[in-house]
């Protein structure tokens, strides 16, 4: 199965300010995703990223609050723009496509406390 | 859009006996269902998963099945040991998006 990592793995950040979070698998991948899971709770889905073109946000979120690059099948990112503390939160990656393309692993996730 | 509902919320059972966690789904559309095993402070990991076509998957003392005419589907842990401690979450996949919809969770506690 794949390696997937992501960086940074905690940090805490003012308000206002943004956080960029990578997540790098280590072979190609059709689909990769984004999701939040607040404490305690399940996980919500962000957006798709998909490579090479814009990703595809869901309802609630939107590419201004939450860029999303994917330049290559192995990689992307996602910011947290202007935070506040209402996005202290668990951000996730998935990877599909590695066993069936329904199929997802998550990597470890990056924690965001935002004071 | 689709919507899983998980029960129960919390689950304690004793050492040796059985875990039964349950999820119903509202898109007859959706056609692969995953169930991952959260530990505190890791990542959500697959634990085993069934395809619309199947009724029923086992591996070792975990097994699922499905009821595709009921749109629900099911987690049983057998002979539960203290490792089997964690939050479970069933999710529901419509093929032709590939996206994933999670319950709410299951925090299940094996009392040694």
């Known amino acids: 199965s794949a390696v997937i990592s992501q960086k940074p793995s905690r940090d805490i950040c003012q308000r206002g300010t943004s956080l960029t979070i990578q997540c790098q698998v280590d072979?190609?991948?059709?689909?990769m995703f984004w999701y939040r899971q607040q404490p305690g709770q399940s996980l919500t889905l962000i957006a798709t990223?998909?490579?090479?073109?814009?990703?595809?946000?869901e309802s609630g979120f939107v590419i201004d609050k939450f860029p999303i690059s994917r330049p290559n099948l192995t990689f992307s990112t996602l910011t947290v723009s202007n935070m506040s503390p209402e996005d202290s939160s668990i951000y996730l990656c998935s990877v599909g496509g590695l066993a069936g393309l329904e199929t997802q692993y998550f990597g470890p996730g990056t924690r965001l406390l935002v004071l | 859009g689709e919507n899983v509902e998980q029960h129960p919320s919390t689950l304690s059972v004793q050492e040796g006996d059985s875990a039964v966690i349950k999820c119903t789904y509202s898109d007859s559309a959706s056609n692969y269902f995953p169930w991952y095993k959260q530990e505190l402070g890791k990542r959500p990991q697959l634990i085993i998963d069934i395809r619309s076509n199947v009724g029923e998957k086992k591996d070792q003392r975990i097994a699922v099945t499905l009821n595709k005419t009921a749109k629900h589907f099911s987690l049983h842990i057998t002979e539960t040991q203290p490792e089997d401690s964690a939050v479970y979450f069933c999710?529901?996949?419509?093929?032709?998006?590939?996206?994933?919809?999670f319950g709410t969770g299951t925090r299940l506690t094996i009392i040694p």
């Open positions: 072979s190609q991948v059709t689909m």
């Open positions: 999710a529901a996949v419509n093929f032709g998006n590939e996206k994933l919809t």
């Open positions: 990223a998909n490579q090479g073109s814009e990703a595809t946000y």
